[in-house]
């Protein structure tokens, strides 16, 4: 590879956008477990045992094992655009001895899977890099049971990073309601429900 491109990505590493695969490496420095460590995300998302959870974006799998260990009669369903990611996400569960993991290719802005078909969507410190977060969002809406739960987590230095205040705007006008909020404002986890549409039956 050239130079060059070697300096594009590293641009794109620490500049906006989807985080080059090369740079994978940067995403499992120590110093990101003092700023939201898998285990605190996961004790702040309701992960129940049973649960049909799905990550979208997943990069690589730096939150997913303990998400996936929680699972003991569920299952987590890792989604990323980068082929590159997944198989370091898959290499991660194999050495775990996790069988309850399935790794999707796929863009955030179509989801392939049938409508309610999850509990729990979360999403680390990616809704910034989604090219059309909206659609992102309303593929959200679908998968999601009706009382799934969707949890957006952000964390600085992330340089696509979304404030609190942000996020719950964008979520409203695509159809969620705020159900709670854990951690600081560089690093935070927000939690939402699906508000009801207008004329829909109630469970």
Known sequence: MSLRRHLENLRRAIG?????????????LRARRLLLSPARLAARMPVEPHLSVLEVGAGSG????DVARRLTRGRLSLVD???GMLQRCRAKAAAAGLTNVAFVVSDAAALPFASAAF??????????EI???DAAIAEVRRVLRPAGVLSVSEHLPDPDF???TTLRSRLHRCGF???GDEGP???????????????????
Do not use: H, N
């Open 62 to 65: 730096f939150y997913s094992i």
């Open 162 to 164: 979304t404030t609190r």
């Open 16 to 28: 906006k956008g989807v985080f080059p695969e090369q740079f994978s490496w940067l995403l499992e």
């Open 177 to 179: 309601s705020p159900i």
């Open 131 to 133: 090219r059309d977060a």
């Open 81 to 83: 655009v980068r082929p």
């Open 119 to 128: 509990d729990l969507v979360y999403l680390v410190a990616v809704l910034g």
């Open 185 to 203: 404002w560089w690093a935070y986890t927000s939690t939402f429900c699906l508000r009801p549409q207008p004329g829909a039956a109630s469970e």
